[in-house]
């Protein structure tokens, strides 16, 4: 693991074919969207920052990932879903070397590249794979990938630089080197 201080300076220095973002996590602030959704639901306050799997089962007992997958795939999610501050901006900067990858049922990719149309970002490309299939399907040669999730981070074998973009987690904080993000949000850079 390397500490990169600007992402801006990795990119021009490397010159990547592409910069591969994963987009739940990185472009959107999906678990904040589906925290609001339950706890509305289910009458509580879960702080989004509590969040420890994508299945939500620590601070819902009764969630599942087929309910979560759900959930992701609806209007309410949609209408919910921000953007990390600077990512679209980011994106609009390297808009020609950009692909956005993500996972899910082919409803939530469909409504995925819908909001990407409909926030004037209807030129970046978007690969979608499905939940059961690795990210490592994509040939990342030369590319950078960024990502929020480890196993999506440790699975790629071809990307030649790993940036793990944390939105959530502060507890783990003292154990990483970390960078800034898109608007101060922070960065794990792998190699």
Known sequence: MINIKELEKLIEDEDFKYIFLDV????FHSIEAIVKI??????MNVD???????????????????KIEQLFGTTTFFNNVKMIKGAKEFIL????KVILITKGGQENINRKRN???L???????MVGIPL????????????????DSTNNLNDVLTAKYKIQFIEYGEHIANKCAWTKGWDGERMESWV
């Open 24 to 27: 739940d996590g990185v472009v």
């Open 93 to 96: 900067k390297h808009i020609d």
């Open 119 to 125: 926030n004037d970002l209807g030129k970046v490309r």
């Open 38 to 43: 339950l706890n509305k639901e289910y009458n």
């Open 115 to 117: 909001y990407f149309d």
């Open 132 to 147: 059961d299939m690795s990210k490592n399907i994509i040939n990342m040669t030369n590319s950078l990938f960024i990502d």
């Open 48 to 66: 989004p920052r509590d969040v420890l799997s994508w299945n939500f089962s620590n601070c819902y007992s009764e969630m599942t990932d087929k």
